[in-house]
C-alpha cells in the first residue's frame, strides 16, 4: 500500500485527489497539508468524505512528507520547487499539479511566471505527465509535470493530426471553455455566482500561460514548431472543460474517424465517439476521461475536432493519479474506473 502526501489539499484539485485516493485499492492518503487550517479533520472541511478519510490536516512537516512514497503537490506555482529537491533526495516520487516543471525552457516559464525558477537542475529531469504521449518515461520518473487542464484536453485533441503531419502546423486554433472551479476554490469576483451565472467571457485572449505548455507539447509531437492561437472562456457551469480545434488539412482525402480510432485505440481514459458525434461536458463529470469528437464540414478543408474532458479529474487530480499508478508500476486505470455523474 503507497503511503501518500498531498501538500496543498484544501482547494478543489485537493478534495478531488482525496475522493480518489478514498477508494483506491493500492494507495492511502496518510498527509495532508494546510498552515492554515492545520489541526482541523479532513473531513469537516470536506464534507464528501465523511465516512472515507479519518485524517486532519497538519502543518508542512518535512519528515512526515519524507516518510511517504510518493507526494503530490496541489499549490499555487512557485511553492512545490522550493520542497521538491529535499524529497528527492529523501527518496519520494513527486507528482507536480502546479506549473513549476511543466515549461522546459525556463527563460520561457520566467517569463510567463514571473519568478526565477528555484531548482533548474531538477526541473531538467522532470517528465511531463501526459500518459498518452509519455507512458514509457512516466513509467522511470521520480518527478512528473502534470498538465494543465487547457494543455490536456487540446494536445489530445491534436495529437492524431499534428504527429502525423495532416494539418498545417502553423494555423492551428484552439477555442476553449471551462467552468469556474478551474479558477481554483479562493473567492475571485468574476467566479461569484452574481458575476458568472447568465453570462460568457473569454480571457486570456492576449496571451494565456497554458498557451506556451501547449505549444510545447505539440512542437514535440509535430517534430517542428507549430503556430497555436488558443482563446480560453469562463462558462457558467460548475466543472468541465470543452475544446474546438481547428486544422487546415492538407490531404482532404484522409478519413479523420480512422485516424483518430487507431491513434487512441489502445488509450484506456481517450474515448473516440462515433461519426457525426458531438461531446458533451456532463458525460465526463467526475472522471478520468476525455472523449474527442472528429468532423469536417461539407466543401471545407478544416478539420474540427471537439474534445471534453472534467477538469479537475482528467484536467487535474485524476491524470496525476493515473501518473502515480503508471511510477508504481500499478495497473494505470487503479481507481479511476467511476462512471461519469448525470445529470
Known sequence: MLNVG???????????????LARHPHARSSVITSRGEAGR????????????????????????????????????NGTAMQAVPALLEAG????????????????????????????PEIAAEAVYGLPERHRAEIRQARLVANPGCYPTS????????????????????????SGASGAGRQPKQHTLLGEASENFRAYGA??????PEIRQGLTEAAGRPVGLTFTPHLVPMVR???????????????????????RFADEPFVDVLPPGSHPETR???????????VHRQPYSDMALVLAVEDNL???AAGQAVQNMNLMFGLDETAGLNDVALLP
Open 154 to 177: 487540446v494536445q489530445l485533441g491534436f495529437l492524431p493530426l499534428v504527429e502525423q503531419g495532416l494539418v498545417d502546423l502553423d494555423t492551428l486554433i484552439a477555442d476553449a471553455k
Open 283 to 293: 458525460t465526463v463529470r467526475g472522471i478520468n476521461t476525455c472523449r474527442i469528437a
Open 92 to 119: 519520494v516520487r513527486i507528482v507536480d499539479l502546479g506549473a513549476d516543471f511543466r515549461i522546459r525552457d525556463l527563460e520561457l516559464w520566467s517569463q510567463w511566471y514571473g519568478m526565477e525558477h528555484a531548482c
Open 6 to 20: 498531498i501538500v496543498g489539499g484544501t482547494g478543489y484539485t485537493g478534495v478531488e485527489l482525496l475522493r480518489l
Open 313 to 315: 479529474v482528467k484536467g
Open 240 to 262: 468541465g472543460i470543452h475544446a474546438t480545434l481547428y486544422g487546415r488539412l492538407l490531404d482532404t482525402g484522409v478519413d479523420l474517424q480512422a485516424v483518430y480510432e487507431a
Open 41 to 76: 479533520r479532513v473531513d469537516e472541511f470536506f464534507p464528501n468524505l465523511r465516512g472515507h478519510l479519518d485524517l486532519r490536516f497538519c502543518e508542512p512537516d518535512p519528515e512526515r512528507l519524507a516518510a511517504c512514497d510518493v507526494v503530490f503537490f496541489a499549490t499555487p
Open 206 to 211: 492576449s496571451g494565456h500561460r497554458h498557451l
